[in-house]
């Protein structure tokens, strides 16, 4: 278990799992599902772990390592997102979209 960031690898681990291709046709499905899955206050503490994690400096090689090797996430985003921070602001703001309307997808 990451000790830094423990909701967003369960999250990014979990649902993006080496699995989730077969699950799921894109990956927005996957974080759909995981809000439909999850607490307000999973989702908001998620939020909170991507907001440090896009703030802690890491290079654009750093935090894919990070997401892919250390955290255990599966869904390669360089294949839609030019970067890891536009797609976790991707991420986020589905997530914040899910928390601000005071409910669930």
Not at 51 to 57: E, F, N, P, Y
Not at 62 to 86: A, N
Request: with cysteine; aromatic share 14%.
């Amino acid at each position: 278990m990451n000790q830094d960031f423990p909701e967003l690898q369960q999250f990014l681990a979990g649902f993006f799992n080496q699995d989730w291709i077969d699950d799921h046709k894109k990956a927005d499905d996957v974080i759909d599902f995981f809000i439909s899955e999850s607490s307000e206050d999973t989702l908001l503490e998620v939020q909170a772990e991507l907001d440090k994690l896009m703030r802690s400096g890491k290079t654009e090689q750093e935090l894919e390592d990070y997401l892919l090797s250390d955290i255990g996430c599966y869904y390669y985003y360089r294949s839609e997102w030019p970067d890891g921070i536009t797609w976790l602001r991707h991420v986020i703001s589905i997530l914040k979209n899910a928390t601000s309307s005071n409910g669930k997808l």
